[in-house]
């Protein structure tokens, strides 16, 4: 009489958890098209578009494209991470990264600094607008650095020495944290 009553229990255990399992295993939705830019990115893409027409813009690039490191715990810093739009110069090296505030930009403004930080501490430079910027800033902020001479200093990423670079995303490494 035990032995039928375990049986029976455990059939009707074995039933539940089949039940279940069937259950919780999900259905995938259909697959939708959906637009790359919104509106905001493509207004300042057509912008960036017309001031620099002879550079190439490219829109949301991965961190993992712009930034490398011998650490797999410093790159995870930055994976998931997206530049809004990169400005490359005729040669393809990057003449600036320009990045346009969101609807959340405010929640996130800690995060976007630390972005911002991240980028230049590479060498890069950053444009950071609130607002969809107009050809005029675009041209202010971009054109004249095109016309720049080049001194020794300019053919290196940036200004600011290596040493201090490490001691300066040391000091953001241990904010974010």
């Known amino acids: ?35 790359i830019l919104n509106i905001s990115e493509q207004i300042t ?19 993992d494209a712009l930034l490398t490191t011998k650490y797999a715990h410093t790159r995870r810093k930055y994976q998931g991470l997206v530049a809004d739009f ?3 110069d005729q040669q393809h090296q990057v003449l600036a990264i320009i990045e346009i ?41 971009l054109v004249p650095d095109l016309f720049e001479p080049l001194s020794p200093y300019a053919m290196t990423p ?3 020495p290596p040493a201090e670079r490490v001691m300066k995303y040391n000091v953001l490494t241990a904010k974010s944290s």
């Open 1 to 35: 009489m035990y032995y039928f009553i375990t049986i029976v229990g455990l059939l009707l255990i074995t039933a539940l958890l089949l039940r279940r399992l069937h259950e919780n295993r999900r259905q995938d939705s259909p697959l939708k098209r959906r637009g």
């Open 45 to 63: 893409l057509m912008r960036l578009q017309a001031v620099l027409p002879r550079h190439t813009i490219l829109a949301h690039v991965s961190f």
């Open 86 to 88: 990169v400005v490359l």
């Open 101 to 141: 505030a969101d609807e959340s930009y405010v929640n996130r403004l800690h995060q976007k600094h630390y972005q911002d930080s991240l980028l230049e501490l590479a060498g890069y430079r950053v444009l950071r607008y609130s607002s969809i910027p107009t050809e005029q800033e675009l041209r202010e902020n």
């Open 158 to 160: 940036t200004a600011i």
